[in-house]
């Protein structure tokens, strides 16, 4: 595979849950949301979540998606729900795409910060939010369960100042406006 991975962003929709499942075992084991966890999720309200999917000129018709996020805005802040890629697509910036297009969203809407938890062993997203300018905020003793993992808080402010910086890689990300609910 390349150093670049080209995708385009489109909302997550209930078909897209059955690989969603896939993706979630696969990337958080025990951890993993279920299906119905995400149903719920897609359907609630001041939620938003997206699919990336590769852009293929070669190929016709839907692709499986390689990744998706999700945001919830309380009226505040947005709290990142969830940010998952496919693991045979990690380390082509697909994460940061999803990533800005949460940023993009939570400025949309008005947000003043981007909260989000992030397991303390998680390397590859922890160096992925730090060069977002995400700051560590504390240490949640236990977050995720049952593998007793802590998790930081970590917080972007949302200023003028604060813009992520651009994907780097050619990756693309036209982003819809509308949410995605099933």
Do not use: C
């Amino acid at each position: 595979m390349s150093a670049h991975y080209e995708v385009k962003l489109r909302p997550l929709r209930a078909a897209d849950l059955p690989r969603v499942v896939r993706l979630e075992q696969e990337l958080f084991g025990p951890s993993a949301w279920t299906y119905g966890m995400l149903a719920e999720e897609l359907g609630a309200l001041g939620r938003w979540y997206v699919a990336a999917e590769p852009v293929r000129i070669y190929a016709a018709g839907p692709q499986d998606l390689v990744g998706y996020a999700g945001l919830w805005f309380d009226g505040d802040v947005t709290q990142v729900m969830t940010i998952g890629v496919d693991p045979q697509y990690h380390h082509l910036g697909i994460g940061s795409v999803l990533l800005t297009a949460l940023i993009d969203r939570s400025r949309q809407v008005g947000a003043s910060a981007v909260l989000l938890e992030v397991a303390v062993d998680n390397d590859a997203a922890l160096a992925m939010y730090g060069k977002f300018g995400f700051e560590q905020l504390g240490i949640r003793k236990r977050y995720y369960q049952p593998e007793d993992v802590d998790a930081y808080t970590m917080r972007l402010e949302l200023t003028d100042e604060s813009a992520p910086p651009a994907p780097t890689g050619g990756e693309s990300g036209v982003l819809p406006d509308e949410p995605g609910v099933a």
